[in-house]
């Protein structure tokens, strides 16, 4: 992190050099990573806000709790300039964004489906909804404002308007309010 926050390039990063600048010898490094790349994305994740617990009361409510997350970490990801810098960084080199996608997207994408597996097998959800379509839909609104609208305002209450929005039209007919 120290080396990132000297603005140092993803590039520029060696093994040998994190080991010097940590202190300890490369084999210290490699004992814990396989390399650079997956260092690196371990040095993101606990940069990042943790991962949220639950509910377990609903699935809106667990929807609730899993966009405020991203919301947070939108707001989080603006105010923190190295943070920034390093996703940008991290979307140039494959081998790396390969690495996160796999250890820190798609575990957030699985609790996502199955929130919303379990919403349609307790009758929350209807049966007939594409779940994978249905948790871009969701996610994508959160995504756009803070990842492709710098500028899009990432109010309180943001994720309860996106839930509640799609969750109206989402609902069984025998569920509906009236």
Do not use: C
Request: hydrophobic share 40%; no cysteine; glycine share 8%.
């Amino acid at each position: 992190m120290k080396l990132l926050e000297e603005g140092i390039p993803l590039a520029e990063l060696s093994i040998e050099r994190i080991a010097r600048t940590a202190g300890v010898g490369k084999a210290a490094i490699y004992r814990r990573w396989s390399g650079k790349e997956e260092l690196f994305v371990d040095v993101v994740r606990s940069a990042e806000p943790a991962d949220p617990e639950l509910p377990g009361t609903s699935m809106r409510a667990d929807l609730v709790v899993l966009l405020e997350t991203q919301r947070q970490r939108g707001v989080f990801s603006r105010q923190s300039v190295i943070l920034h810098n390093v996703h940008a960084q991290m979307k140039s080199s494959p081998k790396i964004w390969a690495a996160y996608q796999n250890t820190v997207i798609a575990p957030r994408r699985r609790l996502g489906l199955e929130v919303l597996r379990r919403g349609q097998s307790n009758g929350e959800l209807r049966d007939d909804v594409d779940i994978e379509l249905l948790y871009d839909l969701f996610v994508g609104p959160m995504l756009v404002r803070s990842v492709l609208r710098p500028d899009g305002d990432l109010p309180d209450g943001l994720a309860e308007r996106i839930v509640d929005t799609l969750l109206e039209g989402l609902r069984p007919v025998s569920s509906r309010p009236g």
